[in-house]
C-alpha cells in the first residue's frame, strides 16, 4: 500500500468499533512487566507502535503470549504478560528496537535506567531524530548514566540504584512524566513530578491498579520507590486519538451521523470532542461507564457547523495528537489558528511542515509559523497528492481532509497508518456516502 487514493464523498454514516488505546496499551503492558504475575490485556491496541513495546519486552525477558486473533465476535485482542517483578528485567542480548514509538523509548528508558545492566534503545529513521534530553536529564540526576549523540537515540542507559527526586519537565510531555514516575518505582525515597500544564494522566490512573500507593495534589504525583506491583486483569478502552478521524470527518460533512464504540473517554483526552462541538457539531455520549480509573463510553457525533477555532498554547497539551486533524476539518470550509504547538515540530515527523506541505498539495491554504499554523477553508480544495511523511497521523489527517475536495486525491506512503491504525482505509471505505 505504497499510496492510496482518496475520492471525494458527501457524507459518512456508520457504527465503528474502534481500536485499543495506544497510551494506554504501553503502560498496561509495561506495569505488567514489572507486576508479580500473570496480567491480561483485552483490547491490546493492534498497531506497530503497541507490538514494538511488547517485542522489547520480551527481549528484556518477560513472557509475552498474544495478540492472537480477536475474541470471538469482538475485534478486541487480548495479551498475556508474564511479570518479573521490580528490577527483574533481564539483560537483553542486542539493541532494543522501538521502531517508531517515542512512548515505548521513553517510558521504557524509565525501567532501564533502575537496572543493573547496561542496555541500548534505538528505532527507527524518526524516533532517531527525536530530542531525549528531556528525559536523559531527570535518569541521570537520579543515578542512571544515559547518554546519546547529540542527545538523541540511540541511547546507551547504564542503570544503576535511584534515588527520588523532585522533578518538573520543562515541556509539557506525558511521555516525559511517565518515565521518570517508572524510574520512581525502582528508586529509593520518593519521587515528585510537578506540570505546569496537565497532560494525559494513564500512567497515574494505571499505577493503583497495579497496587502501587501514590499521591495526586494539584499539578503533582508523587509516589515512593520499592513498592511492589500486583498483576491486573484489565480491558483497554478504545483510542480516542483514533476515534477522532471519524468524529472529525462527521462534524465536517453535513447530513453525517457517526456513532464510536467503546472508545476512551479519559478527561485529559477529550480535548477534541470539545472542539468539534465549538466548530459547531453535535456530539453524543452514550453508555457512559468508568473501568479501572478510566472513564468509556460511545460517542455519537453529527455535523452541525464549521465556525473557525483559535487554540492557544493553554490548550495544546490536550490536543497535542488531534491537531492535524483539526486543521483537516478547516479545510472543510471552516479556519483554524494555532499558536504554542511548537512541539509539534518533535513529533513522528515535524508535524507543522509536514503538514502544511501536504494540506498544500491537496490544494488547502495553510500559513506555517514557528510555533503553530492557520488553515483557511473557505475555498473548497481541488484535491491532489499528500505525502504521509511517515507520520501515521498525518496520512490520516490527510485522507479525512480529501474526503471533501473536488477530485480525488492521493495520499502517498500511506502503509505508515499501521503505526497505530491498521485497516484505517478499509474502516473509511465503509462508512462513505458518495451519492
Ligand atoms: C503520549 C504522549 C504525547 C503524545 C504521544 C503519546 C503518551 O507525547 O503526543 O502520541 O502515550 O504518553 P508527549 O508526552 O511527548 O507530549
Known amino acids: ?27 498496561y503492558a509495561l506495569l505488567a512487566a514489572l ?21 522489547c519486552l520480551q527481549a528484556l525477558g518477560v513472557r509475552v503470549e498474544g495478540p492472537g486473533a480477536p475474541e470471538r465476535g469482538t475485534d478486541r485482542r487480548i495479551v498475556t504478560i508474564d511479570g518479573r517483578g521490580i528490577g527483574g528485567l533481564k539483560s537483553p542480548p542486542a539493541p532494543l528496537d522501538a521502531g517508531n514509538s517515542g512512548t515505548t523509548l521513553r517510558l521504557l528508558s524509565g ?6 545492566f547496561t542496555s541500548v534503545i534505538t528505532g527507527d529513521g524518526s524516533l532517531r531524530r527525536r530530542p531525549m534530553r528531556r528525559i536523559i536529564e531527570p535518569l541521570t540526576r537520579m543515578g542512571a548514566r544515559v547518554t546519546g549523540e547529540q542527545d538523541r537515540p540511540p541511547l546507551a542507559i547504564a542503570g544503576a540504584q535511584l534515588e527520588g527526586i523532585h522533578f518538573t519537565p520543562a515541556v509539557p510531555s506525558a511521555q516525559v512524566k511517565s518515565a521518570v514516575l517508572v524510574a520512581g518505582l525502582h528508586a529509593n525515597g520518593d519521587t515528585t513530578v510537578r506540570e505546569t500544564a496537565a497532560t494525559r494522566d494513564h500512567t497515574e490512573r494505571a499505577l493503583p491498579v497495579f497496587g ?17 506491583l ?9 483510542d480516542l486519538s483514533s476515534a477522532a478521524f471519524w468524529a472529525t470527518a462527521a462534524a465536517a460533512l453535513p447530513g453525517s451521523d457517526i456513532t464510536l464504540d467503546d472508545v476512551g473517554l479519559n478527561p485529559s483526552r477529550t480535548g477534541i470532542l470539545t472542539w468539534l462541538e465549538r466548530a459547531g457539531a453535535g456530539i453524543d455520549l452514550l453508555r457512559v461507564t468508568e473501568d479501572a480509573g ?25 490536543l497535542i495528537d488531534e491537531l492535524p486533524v483539526l486543521a483537516a476539518l478547516a479545510t472543510h470550509g471552516g479556519e483554524l489558528h494555532v499558536t504554542g504547538a511548537g512541539e509539534l515540530r518533535h513529533k513522528e515527523s515535524d508535524r507543522i511542515a509536514a503538514l502544511a506541505d501536504g494540506l498544500r498539495g491537496l490544494g488547502g491554504y495553510v500559513a506555517e509559523m514557528e510555533d ?4 483557511v477553508g473557505r475555498r473548497r480544495m481541488q484535491g491532489g497528492e499528500a505525502d504521509a511523511a511517515g507520520d501515521h497521523r498525518l496520512a ?13 486525491s492521493r495520499i502517498r506512503n500511506a502503509e505508515v497508518v499501521d503505526v497505530s491504525y491498521p485497516g484505517f482505509f478499509d474502516v473509511l471505505e465503509s462508512i462513505c456516502i458518495r451519492a
Not at 508479580?36 to 517485542?55: E, K, V
Open 1 to 27: 500500500m505504497p499510496s492510496v487514493v482518496v475520492h471525494p464523498v458527501t457524507r459518512v454514516r456508520g457504527r465503528i468499533p474502534i481500536p485499543g488505546d495506544k497510551s494506554i496499551s504501553h503502560r
Open 35 to 55: 507486576a508479580g504475575g500473570r496480567s491480561t490485556l483485552t483490547g491490546y491496541a493492534p498497531g506497530a507502535d503497541c507490538a514494538s513495546t511488547l517485542r
Open 111 to 116: 525501567a532501564l535506567a533502575g537496572h543493573p
Open 212 to 228: 502501587v500507593e501514590l499521591r495526586r495534589a494539584a499539578g503533582s504525583i508523587t509516589l515512593r520507590g520499592g513498592q511492589r
Open 230 to 238: 500486583q498483576a491486573a486483569e484489565l480491558a483497554v478502552p478504545g
Open 294 to 318: 478510566e472513564r468509556r463510553g460511545s460517542i455519537r457525533v453529527r455535523h452541525g457547523g464549521n465556525a473557525g477555532l483559535a487554540v492557544g498554547p493553554a490548550d495544546v497539551p490536550g
Open 372 to 375: 503553530g499554523f492557520h488553515v
Open 396 to 408: 490520516m489527517a490527510f485522507a479525512i481532509a480529501a474526503l471533501g475536495a473536488r477530485q480525488p
